[in-house]
């Protein structure tokens, strides 16, 4: 499942379904009691699919069991039938014991179990996605080291609670990994304890350890929620952002109104990026791309939303003369700015443009301007533009064609004189045996529809945006 696409359909969706993070209540619906479910994968995976037909959420999650990789790392449990599990004490309370402190391995305690239940649950479940639920790395520290301690000793032994947390990232980032590859299409990490921290502390012991957990799990089928109850999360908010979750999951000690406020929502931002495109605002629009990224907004959002969004809307006004050829080209720098600021972490991404255009203006022709209006348009439709420059020969565009593997070549001219070389371009690629692969197009002042069939090309348009609007249907053809 594309959970960046999950997550953009939610926060399109005019009405947004809840996310709940407790399944505890399939204790009732399944009739069972507490101890019996916590240690069946079988019951489990049942209790989240009957809560799923009860509840139409927006995706199932695990039973929030906060004892259960305490218990791998050796804490002593209690089980009740109508008590969640609780941690008894605490095993840490020397900077050697943290030394001494040994990682489980995955399976360790009741881990094996509870990602056994995440498979089981992901085969019951398949009209949304199934999200297991870990717990944060500094609540684990609190459980390992009592709750209170841990607070004290962000300040008194700070080497002991890194110690600590360098060991749980360890182990976290593995057992969510063990989740991804049983089928979960996400996790909730569930980090309550830093709520209680101040912002300095939380940024210390829990962001920054957080931070390598996500970036070390999360992709694009892997969605990485971030969850904190704690009261003190607003004025915690720019760490938390920085965290780079996919999403965020407050509880209701904070007003959800002042945290919207302090989060700006991807659609806000991608808003702004697209209206600084259009009043060619680079410097501006490739600030806002690097805060986009910085938050977490999903890479092909800020492309589709944000950048190709804006370009599209200049695209159109200068198709209707509401905008001019400076316009066109400000926007298109401001756009090229952003993108390449993008560009690198798209590619790291895989997401690759839908196709190659080999462009250029042909030979014994000067004229760029409205190639590079063609070449900015087709670049802000998402396609890769191989430019040629000006008096391009022939053989130039069928050789980069090959080398490239273009799907279209687009010739610009604006001689009389030169409009000729257009029709060599046709029968060169003819000649290259590479005619029925590609498709030409072509354009400038002088080229009409007529001039097209004739020296038959496949395609003319008399502006740029036209242009781009067929490439983009040539290329899914
Ligand atoms: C600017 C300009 C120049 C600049 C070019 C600068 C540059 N880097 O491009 C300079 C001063 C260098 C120049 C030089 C010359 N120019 Co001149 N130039 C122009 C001018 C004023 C504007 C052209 C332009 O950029 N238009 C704006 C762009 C946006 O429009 P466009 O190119 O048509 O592109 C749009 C569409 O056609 C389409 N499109 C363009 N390419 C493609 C490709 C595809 C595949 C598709 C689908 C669509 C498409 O999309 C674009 C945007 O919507 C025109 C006159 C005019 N008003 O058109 C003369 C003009 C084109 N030039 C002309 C001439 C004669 C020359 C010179 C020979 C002058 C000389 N004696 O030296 C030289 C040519 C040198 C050479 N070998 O090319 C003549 C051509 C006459 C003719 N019938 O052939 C014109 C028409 C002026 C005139 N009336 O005499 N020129």
Not at 28 to 49: F, P, R
Not at 349 to 374: E, F, M, Q, R, Y
Not at 428 to 440: F, S, T
Request: some cysteine; charged content about 25%.
């Amino acid at each position: 499942m594309n959970m960046t696409q999950w997550l953009d359909d939610l926060i399109k969706a005019p009405v947004k379904k809840a996310l709940p993070v407790l399944s505890f209540p399939s204790v009732q619906l399944l009739g069972i009691g507490v101890n019996e479910l916590i240690h069946s994968s079988d019951l489990q995976a049942k209790g989240m699919k009957a809560v799923a037909e009860r509840v139409d959420s927006a995706a199932s999650v695990s039973n929030m069991d906060l004892s259960v990789e305490a218990e791998a790392f050796g804490s002593e449990i209690r089980f009740s039938d109508d008590e969640v599990p609780t941690v008894v004490g605490h095993i840490i309370e020397s900077e050697e014991q943290a030394d001494a402190l040994v990682v489980p391995e995955i399976g360790a305690g009741r881990t094996g179990r509870y990602i056994e239940a995440i498979e089981k649950a992901s085969k019951l479940i398949t009209d949304r996605p199934v999200l297991a639920g870990v717990i944060g790395p500094f609540s684990l520290a609190g459980r390992l080291l009592d709750v209170s301690e841990a607070m004290i000793y962000c300040y008194d032994e700070p080497d002991l609670v890194h110690k600590t947390l360098k060991k749980i990232i360890q182990f976290s980032t593995a057992y969510i990994k063990a989740y991804k590859a049983a089928g979960a299409n996400g996790v909730v990490i569930a980090e309550p304890v830093a709520g209680l921290l101040s912002p300095a502390l939380n940024e210390e012991f829990s962001v920054a350890y957080v931070k390598q957990i996500v970036s070390a799990v999360k992709s694009d089928d892997f969605a990485v929620i971030y969850h904190n109850c704690g009261n003190g999360t607003p004025k915690m908010m720019d760490a938390i952002l920085t965290i780079g979750a996919d999403a965020y999951h407050f509880g209701n000690a904070v007003d959800m109104k002042e945290m919207l406020s302090l989060a700006p929502l991807p659609a806000e931002i991608l808003r702004e990026i697209s209206e600084q495109i259009q009043n060619g605002k680079a410097k501006a629009v490739k600030a806002l791309v690097e805060k986009a990224i910085a938050d977490g907004v999903p890479l092909k959002s800020i492309l589709d939303d944000g950048l190709l969004n804006g370009m599209g809307i200049v695209g159109a006004k200068f198709k209707n003369n509401e905008v001019f050829v400076p316009e066109v080209l400000v926007a298109a720098r401001a756009m090229n700015m952003g993108a390449s600021v993008l560009k690198p972490l798209l590619a790291e991404a895989g997401v690759v443009a839908s196709g190659k255009v080999c462009l250029g203006t042909v030979k014994g022709d000067l004229h760029d301007i409205g190639k590079n209006l063609v070449k900015m348009m087709m670049e802000g439709k998402g396609l890769e533009v191989i430019d040629l420059g000006t008096d391009v020969p022939p053989e130039k565009f069928i050789e980069a064609t090959k080398e490239n593997n273009c799907k279209i070549i687009a010739c610009s001219a604006l001689l009389t004189t030169t409009m000729g070389a257009m029709q060599d371009v046709v029968e060169a690629a003819k000649a290259a045996g590479i005619r029925d692969e590609v498709k030409i197009m072509i354009g400038g002042a002088p080229v009409t529809q007529a001039f097209c069939e004739q020296i038959k090309a496949d395609c003319y348009t008399p502006d740029a945006a036209s242009a781009a609007e067929v490439a983009v249907d040539f290329c899914k053809a």
